[in-house]
């Protein structure tokens, strides 16, 4: 029968601010925020990001202000990324493995003045390394084996620093087992590894690379490590695979464009499942805004909503900050 003779009117519900608040079905809170903080060298050092309108690169010594500002909004975790000095790159992204690199300096210097908050660590050598790869270069071949090696040697320093939790987002083969048996065998079985599961070989993560200095260096693309966008299964396998291996959180990367992989991910593992709200959704926000094409607010806040809709635990969102404030106030 028809809607209306029938009675049946959807929008009764929708009348109301009130009505529609009863009704909604997925809400975004404080709690689902991790905020991506870039870091470089120096002291009193703020850099703006200029593809990241509203994003800046902190010294250390900033990042614990930022770190302090997150806490007191409530923010769960930040998720760390080093600007390396270019002079400190090499082909075997060597400062990677530094005790003193710019991620463990920062490690230890928030974890003492904010110890509060969650510190998540990059593992993936590109920040590190001459050629730009998360991995070791050989020829024209990113190598798996001896890059994994590598790799739980950097989760190693990290963690020794103070990380509370290792996110590989480097997409090599059978890294999330060996990091965990390194983890395991020197003493850090409490710290957490969340996985880059299903990570794409996308064209999002342009500013991103502007923000580490990663787009001077990179050498080709990653789409021999990186997932092809057009992949469903796949994923479903990547994600299989680093569960297996002890993920205890996955992830998928890019966000927006890839939510279909995330509510699969969700509805079949059932595992706590973040999503990436990668620099280039960033960037096309605040650049539409910019313009006032949009309301950058509200494109802001329903781009997050969209996230939980689909299932996602929470998000990395350089929107983190302007979001818990918003929350804060009411929004
Ligand atoms: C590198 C890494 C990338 C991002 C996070 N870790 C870029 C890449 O794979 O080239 C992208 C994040 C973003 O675009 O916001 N291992």
């Not at 007191?72 to 082909?91: W, Y």
């Not at 996110?167 to 990091?179: E, F, L």
């Not at 850090?188 to 502007?210: E, N």
Request: aromatic share 6%; hydrophobic share 45%.
């Amino acid at each position: 029968m028809d809607a209306i003779l029938s009675g049946r009117r959807m929008r009764r519900n929708r009348r109301t601010d009130w009505s529609r608040r009863m009704v909604r079905e997925t809400r975004l809170s404080v709690d689902d925020l991790i905020w991506p903080l870039f870091v470089v060298d120096g002291n009193g050092v703020t850099e703006p990001v200029k593809s990241m309108p509203g994003v800046e690169r902190f010294s250390v010594d900033l990042a614990v202000r930022a770190a302090e500002r997150a806490a007191k909004l409530g923010i769960p975790a930040l998720a760390l990324f080093p600007n390396t000095d270019p002079d400190l790159r090499d082909d075997h992204g060597s400062e990677a493995l530094n005790p003193e690199n710019l991620i463990c300096r920062a490690c230890r210097a928030i974890k003492a003045e904010v110890p509060e908050i969650g510190l998540i660590t990059d593992v993936a050598l590109d920040p590190y390394t001459s050629h730009g790869h998360d991995g070791l270069l050989e020829g024209e071949e990113i190598v798996n084996d001896a890059t994994v090696a590598r790799l739980v040697a950097q989760a190693l320093v990290q963690a020794e620093s103070g990380a509370d939790m290792i996110a590989p987002s480097d997409m090599m083969d059978g890294r999330i087992g060996a990091i965990r048996r390194g983890l395991d065998a020197h003493g850090f079985t409490h710290v957490q590894i969340m996985a880059y599961s299903a990570k794409y070989a996308s064209a999002f993560y342009g500013p991103f690379r502007d923000a580490v200095g990663t787009n001077k260096t990179l050498i080709g693309d990653k789409r021999t490590y990186q997932m092809d966008p057009a992949n469903t299964e796949e994923a479903i396998r990547e994600a299989a695979l680093d569960i297996d291996e002890g993920a205890d959180m996955i992830m998928v990367k890019p966000g927006m464009p890839y939510l279909d992989i995330l509510a699969r991910l969700k509805t079949t593992f059932g595992l706590p499942t973040f999503a990436y709200q990668v620099s280039g959704e960033y960037a096309m926000i605040e650049a539409a805004a910019a313009n006032g094409w949009i309301d950058r607010d509200r494109a802001m806040m329903e781009s997050l909503i969209a996230f939980k809709r689909a299932g996602a635990d929470g998000v990395l969102t350089y929107f983190a900050p302007f979001v818990a404030e918003m929350l804060k106030a009411g929004a």
